[in-house]
């Protein structure tokens, strides 16, 4: 069952408090020659201390406000999985970017019910924009202002914008996945990389129509079909089947349907 329309404001309005509360933790991080760590061992897979401290203050806000519901975090884990509410969150959802001052890092904040996600939101506080997706649509907000966000609609792949966040084999991508994602590339307009999680936002802006990406966990997916679907696209795994259904974590996001068929048909024969 959704949740009501009481329910759903409030909890909009709650994960905007979580989002503008990990803004203080982060934006005095950034570009601040903060000391990066290594959590990884042999790999390098980078943490700061914008990470951790932003998603520390997200979990008080969410023990005191919410003391029944879930939490899965990348930096601290999961605390009540069982719970049928639960917040997912990636404080920092693009730390190598973080990390040489690129922005187009992003806090991601979702609420799940029943292991479904309901609701989205993904902040990029440098710049200033965020986005929230839910069961009444997706909107955009920057500056004071918010408009609702629409898809480019595109429907051909060779008119297609796409993007992944590191299309090498030696990165997110097995060789064969990244030979798959390649014949895309090929097929496509342009290719643009290293956005992350900002450019799921930019397709719900109609900015981006394809992104694909593989090796994601669920701190960085599930706030991002509220707000794909919330703006007419269409997001699944490489299957097309809802995300969270196999382990890879891989994940189409297109403008339009006939978009997303175009991208299966290459994408699921690996």
């Known amino acids: ?55 520390r203050v997200m979990r008080r806000m969410i023990a005191a406000i919410y003391p029944d519901h879930g939490i899965i975090g990348e930096e601290f884990g999961v605390h009540r999985a069982e719970a049928e509410w639960r917040w997912v969150m990636d404080p920092v959802d693009g730390t190598r970017a973080f990390v040489c001052g690129v922005a187009s890092w992003a806090t991601l904040i979702a609420l799940e019910k029943g292991g479904a996600p309901v609701l989205g939101l993904i902040d990029q506080p440098y710049t200033d924009e965020r986005w929230i997706g839910h069961s009444g649509g997706a909107e955009f907000h920057r500056g004071g202002r918010r408009r609702p966000c629409r898809t480019s609609g595109v429907k051909d792949l060779k008119a297609a914008r796409i993007t992944t966040t590191d299309p090498r084999r030696t990165a997110y991508f097995t060789a064969d996945e990244a030979e798959a994602f390649s014949v895309l590339c090929e097929a496509s307009r342009l290719a643009r990389f290293s956005l992350d999680a900002y450019g799921y936002g930019l397709l719900a802006l109609g900015e981006i129509d394809l992104v694909v990406e593989a090796s994601l ?43 997303h068929a175009a991208a299966l048909e290459t994408l699921s024969r690996v």
Do not use: C, Y
């Open 1 to 55: 069952m959704p949740p009501s329309d009481l329910d759903l404001s409030s909890h909009v309005a709650f994960a905007a408090r979580l989002a503008d509360a990990a803004r203080a933790e982060t934006l005095a991080r950034f570009r601040a020659g903060t000391e990066v760590h290594n959590k990884a061992g042999i790999w390098f897979d980078p943490v700061t201390e914008a990470d951790r401290e932003a998603e």
């Open 217 to 259: 966990k669920r701190h960085d997916f599930s706030a991002l079909a509220p707000i794909v679907e919330g703006a007419g696209g269409v997001i699944t795994d490489w299957r097309g089947e809802p995300l969270g259904s196999q382990d890879r974590g891989r994940v189409i996001a297109a403008a339009s349907a006939e978009l």
